[in-house]
């Protein structure tokens, strides 16, 4: 157990629809990172926040948002959802304190869109 | 972004050592090399990162060629719960201010009981 926790673990929509991915870090860790991972593209890094500030954006699509809240949960909201978008979508955490922390990862969420 | 090559598959036998091999010949100077694994059905698992000196713990080693354009992970003996999809990335945190992972292909290691 990574310690991280996502939610919903599946999701199934219709396009055009929107979502909201939850993610708690473990205990104590400041960053968040949001992934996303297809058959034909691999794990790719979306969003990073630290202490609920922005740190760094990947390809993340302009439909795509996310923010990390004061008690460092964060959440990656996904808007006018298309087909492409059926993915599993990973959270992981670290402490940010070093820059060699290793990144723990959830169990991912799987979104169908239909 | 300094890049790794690796192979796509390999198998081994349950019980017996396995080496996965990761090129990574353009490597900076401040690149730290990081492994980590993904199982089916889970997130990625770190498994052991290094600089320049081999490094052991409780689930592998890792052996860094001297000019440390190429890495090794050792897998001591393995078992039918290491297969899976193991990644070498390299992370330097002087060019990486979000420090993020970025992840290649990866080796599929298939365990044969």
């Known amino acids: 157990d990574s310690g991280v926790t996502q939610t919903p673990k599946h999701l199934i929509t219709a396009t055009g629809q929107r979502v909201t991915l939850r993610c708690s870090p473990r205990s104590g860790d400041l960053s968040v990172y949001w992934y996303q991972q297809s058959l034909d593209q691999g794990l790719q890094f979306l969003i990073q926040?630290?202490?609920?500030?922005?740190?760094a954006k990947g390809n993340i699509l302009e439909r795509f948002s996310a923010q990390q809240f004061p008690d460092l949960h964060s959440e990656l909201n996904l808007s006018s959802l298309e087909l492409g978008d059926s993915a599993l979508y990973f959270c992981?955490?670290?402490?940010?304190?070093?820059?060699?922390?290793?990144?723990?990862f959830g169990n991912g969420t799987r979104l169908t869109v239909t | 972004d300094a890049k790794t090559t690796q192979p796509n598959s390999m198998e081994s036998n349950e019980e017996e050592p396995v080496h996965l091999p990761c090129n990574h010949s353009?490597?900076?100077?401040?690149?730290?090399i990081h492994w980590y694994r993904q199982l089916p059905s889970q997130g990625p698992e770190y498994v052991i990162h290094g600089l320049t000196s081999n490094v052991n713990n409780r689930m592998a080693s890792l052996a860094i060629a001297e000019d440390r354009k190429s890495s090794t992970l050792i897998l001591h003996r393995a078992t039918l719960r290491d297969a899976a999809v193991y990644y070498c990335i390299l992370r330097d945190p002087l060019n990486n201010a979000g420090n993020m992972l970025t992840f290649g292909g990866g080796t599929r290691l298939m365990v044969k009981p």
């Open positions: 353009t490597i900076s100077g401040t690149d730290y």
């Open positions: 992981a955490s670290s402490s940010g304190q070093l820059y060699n922390s290793p990144l723990h």
């Open positions: 926040y630290y202490n609920g500030e922005e740190r």
